[in-house]
């Protein structure tokens, strides 16, 4: 039987017998046993009624959420000439084209978000191995593959959030730090409940969200509930 330390074994107990609370009471209780050595970021995973093997169940999108996410996202973009310029005025950590190619193709990725003008599509193409599995690749329907560089750079350092329901119909995402205050977190959680109700697939039969779980990154995790967390 496996031996919990201390602060994990309060946890636990804290939260025991614990399960489909209000969205309020989930971040109160979650704050209150984040207490790593480090700033927890606060998670969110919804298990929604999709089969992602069929196109027309896909759920995919993004989020600004209005508090940001307390992360520090680094950006790559591929681009040439005037707009790798933007690129790079607007805040981006890396920029390039065939350079920033051989670069990932070596094995190092340094960056959070990956964003490409049109033109450069066929250079990123040959990485969708390698930035696909990461959900790094550039993606017109997120925002990533734009002529808008600024736009697109600015939004990923100001705390947008893309999301994609993985198999089993799995959404997850990172939505704040435990240090955040409990009103800036409720706001953020319901921002990106109501992103991903809003993406609800046309193929999407019965339930759409069926349960919606929120922990800290060293904290045990507890239910919410869906109407009150789905509630604007």
Do not use: W
């Not at 893309?162 to 997850?172: I, L, N, P, R, Y």
Request: glycine share 10%; net charge positive; proline share 3%.
């Amino acid at each position: 039987m496996a031996k919990f330390g201390k602060r994990t074994r309060a946890a636990r107990e804290a939260f025991a017998g614990k399960e489909d609370l209000t969205v309020e009471a989930a971040v109160a209780l979650i704050k209150a046993n984040a207490n790593a050595k480090f700033d927890e970021t606060v998670e969110i995973a919804m298990n929604l009624g999709v089969d992602t093997r069929h196109a027309d169940q896909m759920v995919r999108g993004v989020v600004g959420l209005p508090n940001g996410t307390g992360k520090t996202m680094r950006v790559a973009v591929f681009a040439r000439g005037a707009k790798a310029d933007e690129a790079t005025a607007a805040g981006a950590d890396i920029v390039g084209a065939e350079d920033l190619m051989e670069t990932i193709l070596s094995g190092k990725i340094e960056f959070d978000r990956c964003i490409a003008t049109p033109d450069m599509m066929p250079v990123v193409g040959r990485l969708g191995k390698i930035l696909g599995p990461r959900n790094l690749m550039p993606n017109p329907k997120v925002g990533t593959v734009t002529m808008d560089v600024k736009t697109a750079v600015e939004a990923a350092k100001g705390g947008e959030v893309q999301f994609k329901a993985e198999k089993g119909g799995v959404v997850h995402a990172g939505v704040g730090k435990a240090s955040f205050d409990e009103a800036k977190l409720v706001e953020n959680i319901k921002a990106f409940v109501s992103a991903v109700a809003k993406a609800k697939p046309t193929g999407a039969k019965g339930t759409y969200m069926k349960k919606i779980a929120l922990s800290s990154t060293m904290g045990p995790g507890v239910t919410v509930n869906v109407d009150n967390a789905a509630a604007e």
